[in-house]
C-alpha cells in the first residue's frame, strides 16, 4: 500500500511540474484527438460514437457543474433542458428548410444548414426553459429546489411524450411522418475531400470534432466565468448565504444568473444531439439521465472542471468501453460478452452505490477543487491549527519585512 | 342522480382510495423531514420493497393451504403478510439511516440528499437486476365484490384499502400524540440537541422513525400491487414524488398535514384525469407541489417556516 502510495504521490508531483503538465496535456490532445481518428481507420465507428457520446455528456456535465459545483443548488431536472434544446434545434431546423422550399433556395442536394445557422442561438431555449422555472422557484431553500427541479424535469418529458403544441410527435419521437433531417453542411464535404484509401472521414468523427470544439469553448467560458465577478458571488452564495447578501450579493439574480447559464449548455448539447443524432424521443430525457449527470459532477468532484470531465468519461465510457473490448477479439477470453454486458446492467447500481460511498468517505469527489474540498470535509482541529499557524507566520514575516523598508 | 354526479362521486371514491395510498407515503417523508429536515429522497423505494416483501411473503404463504381454507384464515394470511412487510421494510429503513445518513449528519445540506439519491438509485437497480425486469403480476386471494352506491361503485378492494389506512394513521397519530416515545420523538423534531440534553436517545428516535416511515410506505406499496394487480422495480417513483408534495401540501413536519394532503392529491389526481386529460395526470401532482411551494411554503397546516431562502 505505502508503495502505490508513494508512487501517486510522486506521479501527482511530477504533474504539477510545468514540464509535467505539459506533458499531461500532450497526452490528453493526443487522446482526444486521434485516438477516435485510429478507431475510424481502424473500421471501429462504435468507439468514435462513444468519444462523441462521452462528449455530449462532458458537456452537460460542465454545464450541471456551474448550477451544482458552483452555486450549490442541486437541479435534479437538468435534461429537460437538454431536451428544450434538443426539440427546439430540430423545430426550428424543419420551419428554416420548409421557409427555403418556399423561397426556392433549396437546390438539388439539399444540405441542412439550420445546425450551424441555429448553433449560435442553440443557449436560447435552454436559458428562456432556465428562467422560467428558476425565477419562481430559487427562493426555495435547497432541498426544496431539488425537487421541484425533478417536477419539471417529468413536466418537460410528460408534456414532450403528449406531443404538447403539436411539436414533438409523442412518444415515437422526431422526425415524424414527411419530416426529414437532411445531412448538416460541412458533413458530405469532410467524407468526399477528406477520406483517402480506407480511411472514411464518417458522420460519426465529423460530430465528434463538432463535440470536441464545443467543450473547449464550454470550458473557456466556465473558466472565465469562475473567475469573475458572478463566479465570486457564486462562491460567497454557496459557502453563506446571509453572509453574501449582506456584502451585496443579491442572491436571488445571482442564483438565476447559474440556472440560466447551466441551462445554456444543456441547450447546446441538446441541439448537438439532435442533429447528430438526427432522431430524438422522450425516452432519451428521462429523470435517470438527469440523475446520471449529477453522478458525473459529484463523482468527479463538485466546482472543479477537471474533475467534472474526469465525472463525465469514467460514467459514459467505463461501462460502453469494457463492453466493448468484450467483444473484440482481444479480450474475449478474459471477459465472455455475458459478463461485459452485466457491467452496463449493473452500472446503475454502482453509481448508486458510488454515490452513498462517496458522500461518506470522499464528498469532494475525484479531482475537487479545493476550495469546495474544503467546505465538504469539516476541517480537522490539527489540520486548521498548522494553517492558522502557517497563515501568522506569513503575515508576520511580512511585517518584519515592511519594518526593513 | 344524474351521470354528471355520479361520475365525480365515483372519481371521489377513486380518489380516497389513491390518497390513502399516497397518504402513507407522505407520513414518511414528512417523520423523516420533521426530525432531520432532509428530504428522504429513497424512501419511494420503501414503497416498492414493501411490495416485493408483500407478494414474496403471499406466494410463500398462500401455499400452506390452511390460510387459504376459509375466510378468517385468509384475513389472517394478508395480516401476517402486512405485517411481514412492514417489518421488514422497517428494518431496510434503519439499516439504510445508520449507513447511508448517519456519517452526514452534520455534512452540509446537499450530502444527504446526494446520498439518498444513491440509496434510491441502488435500490432500484437491484430489483431490477435481482428480481425481475418487467412487471410481476399481484395475485387477489379473496373475491372482490363491487357494492353501488348512488350513482358509484366501491369495491371491497376499495374499501379494505381505505379502512386499514384510517386504522394505520389513527394507531400512528395516538402512538406519537400518547406514548412516552411519541413524545420523545415530538421533542427531537422540536429541537434536537436540547432533547438530547434532556436524556433522550436522538440516535433510538431517528432510528424510530426511519422504521415508521418505510414501515407505513410498505404498507402503501401493498396496497398499489393488490390495486393495479402488479409492481415493478420503478413502481415508487411516481407514487413517490406524489406522497412528497402530498407532504408538503399538509405542511412538512406535520403528520396529520401528510394525511389531509395525501387525500387531496389523490382526489384532485382522478378529478383531473376525469376532467382535464390522462395523459397530463401524473403533471398536477408537480404543478401543485410548484404552486403550493411559492405561495405557501408552510403548506395548509403547517407553522410559518422561519427560515427563508
Redesign the interface.
Known amino acids: 500500500m505505502g508503495a502505490i502510495r508513494n508512487g501517486l504521490v510522486a506521479v501527482n508531483d511530477f504533474f504539477s511540474t510545468r514540464v509535467g503538465r505539459i506533458a499531461f496535456f500532450f497526452v490528453l490532445a493526443l487522446i482526444t484527438l486521434f485516438l477516435p481518428v485510429m478507431f475510424q481507420a481502424a473500421g471501429n465507428v462504435f468507439m468514435v460514437r462513444i468519444f462523441a457520446l462521452v462528449g455530449i455528456y462532458v458537456l452537460l456535465a460542465l454545464g450541471l457543474n456551474i448550477v451544482?459545483g458552483y452555486a450549490?443548488l442541486?437541479n435534479?431536472g437538468y435534461i429537460a433542458f437538454y431536451a428544450v434544446g434538443a426539440y427546439a434545434g430540430m423545430n426550428l431546423g424543419f420551419l428554416m428548410q420548409e421557409l427555403l422550399k418556399g423561397l426556392g433556395f433549396l437546390g438539388e442536394r439539399p444540405e441542412n444548414w439550420s445546425y450551424w445557422v441555429l448553433l449560435p442561438f442553440a443557449a436560447v431555449p435552454g436559458v428562456l426553459a432556465g428562467i422560467m422555472i428558476g425565477a419562481?422557484?430559487l427562493?426555495?431553500?435547497?432541498?426544496?429546489l431539488?425537487?421541484?427541479t425533478?417536477?419539471?424535469g417529468?413536466?418537460v418529458r410528460?408534456?414532450v411524450?403528449?406531443d404538447i403544441f403539436g411539436v414533438s410527435n409523442g412518444a415515437s419521437g422526431l422526425p415524424g411522418v414527411g419530416q426529414k433531417v437532411a445531412p448538416v453542411a460541412g458533413q458530405m464535404w469532410v467524407r468526399e475531400n477528406l477520406s483517402f484509401g480506407d480511411f472514411l472521414f464518417s458522420k460519426d468523427l465529423y460530430w465528434y470534432f463538432i463535440i470536441v470544439a464545443l467543450v473547449l469553448f464550454a470550458i473557456l467560458v466556465i473558466t472565465r466565468l469562475d473567475n469573475s465577478r458572478l463566479g465570486r458571488a457564486w462562491v460567497a452564495m454557496r459557502e453563506d448565504?446571509v453572509a453574501a447578501s449582506s456584502v451585496g450579493v443579491n442572491?436571488l439574480t445571482t442564483k438565476l444568473w447559474a440556472f440560466a447559464l447551466g441551462a445554456a449548455w444543456g441547450g447546446i448539447a441538446g441541439h448537438t444531439y439532435a442533429y447528430w443524432i438526427g432522431f430524438i424521443s422522450p425516452e432519451s430525457f428521462n429523470?435517470m439521465e438527469s440523475?446520471l449527470v449529477?453522478c458525473m459532477v459529484?463523482l468527479g468532484g463538485m466546482g472543479s472542471i477537471p474533475g467534472t470531465i474526469l465525472g463525465a468519461v469514467l460514467i459514459t465510457a467505463v461501462p460502453e468501453v469494457i463492453r466493448a473490448l468484450a467483444a473484440s477479439p482481444l479480450l474475449s477470453g478474459v471477459l465472455t460478452p455475458e459478463q461485459a454486458s452485466l457491467v452496463g446492467?449493473?452500472r446503475?447500481?454502482i453509481?448508486?452505490?458510488?454515490?452513498?460511498v462517496?458522500?461518506?468517505l470522499r464528498?469532494q469527489g475525484i479531482l475537487p477543487s479545493r476550495r469546495r474540498a474544503r467546505?465538504?470535509q469539516?476541517v480537522d482541529d490539527t489540520v486548521l491549527a498548522q494553517e492558522n499557524q502557517q497563515l501568522w507566520e506569513a503575515e508576520h514575516k511580512h511585517d518584519s519585512d515592511s519594518d526593513i523598508i | 342522480m344524474s351521470a354528471e354526479l355520479g361520475i365525480i362521486a365515483q372519481q371521489f371514491v377513486n380518489g380516497i382510495t389513491l390518497g390513502g395510498m399516497y397518504a402513507l407515503l407522505a407520513l414518511g417523508y414528512t417523520l423523516v423531514y420533521g426530525i432531520l429536515l432532509m428530504i428522504n429522497f429513497a424512501h419511494s423505494e420503501m414503497f416498492m420493497f414493501g411490495a416485493y416483501v408483500g407478494l414474496f411473503t403471499l406466494q410463500g404463504l398462500s401455499r400452506i393451504a390452511f390460510f387459504t381454507s376459509s375466510g378468517p384464515a385468509l384475513l389472517l394470511l394478508y395480516a401476517l403478510t402486512f405485517l411481514i412487510a412492514m417489518i421488514a421494510t422497517g428494518i431496510l429503513g434503519v439499516v439504510i439511516e445508520r449507513f447511508a445518513y448517519r456519517p452526514l449528519r452534520h455534512a452540509p445540506r446537499l450530502a444527504p440528499l446526494i446520498s439518498a439519491i444513491g440509496v434510491s438509485l441502488f435500490l432500484q437497480n437491484a430489483a431490477l437486476l435481482w428480481i425481475s425486469s418487467r412487471s410481476l403480476p399481484f395475485p387477489v386471494l379473496f373475491e372482490v365484490r363491487t357494492f353501488r352506491i348512488g350513482g358509484a361503485s366501491i369495491s371491497s378492494m376499495q374499501i379494505l384499502i381505505i379502512v386499514t389506512t384510517i386504522v394505520l394513521m389513527l394507531v400512528l397519530d395516538s402512538f406519537v400524540s400518547r406514548t412516552r416515545l411519541g413524545k420523545s420523538m415530538r421533542a427531537t423534531s422540536q429541537d434536537r440537541d436540547t432533547a438530547g440534553l434532556m436524556g433522550i436517545d436522538i440516535n433510538r428516535v431517528i432510528a424510530l422513525t426511519f422504521f415508521i416511515g418505510p414501515a407505513l410506505g410498505a404498507a402503501a406499496g401493498i396496497f398499489s400491487g393488490m390495486y393495479y394487480g402488479n409492481i415493478k422495480y420503478n413502481m415508487g417513483f411516481i407514487p413517490g414524488i406524489k406522497a412528497f408534495t402530498a407532504a408538503v401540501v399538509g405542511g412538512i413536519g406535520n403528520l396529520r398535514g401528510a394525511m389531509l394532503g395525501g387525500f387531496l392529491i389523490g382526489l384532485l389526481e382522478s378529478l383531473a384525469a376525469a376532467y382535464i386529460s390522462t395523459g397530463y395526470k401524473d403533471v398536477i401532482a408537480f404543478v401543485v407541489l410548484i404552486i403550493v411551494l411559492i405561495f405557501k411554503p408552510g403548506g395548509l397546516l403547517g407553522e410559518s417556516v422561519a427560515e427563508k431562502v
Open positions: 451544482v450549490g442541486l435534479l419562481p422557484v427562493r426555495l431553500r435547497g432541498d426544496y431539488a425537487i421541484v425533478l417536477g419539471f417529468e413536466i410528460i408534456a411524450t403528449n448565504e442572491i429523470f440523475v449529477v459529484v446492467d449493473y446503475f447500481l453509481f448508486g452505490g458510488l454515490m452513498v462517496m458522500m461518506a464528498p467546505e465538504l469539516p
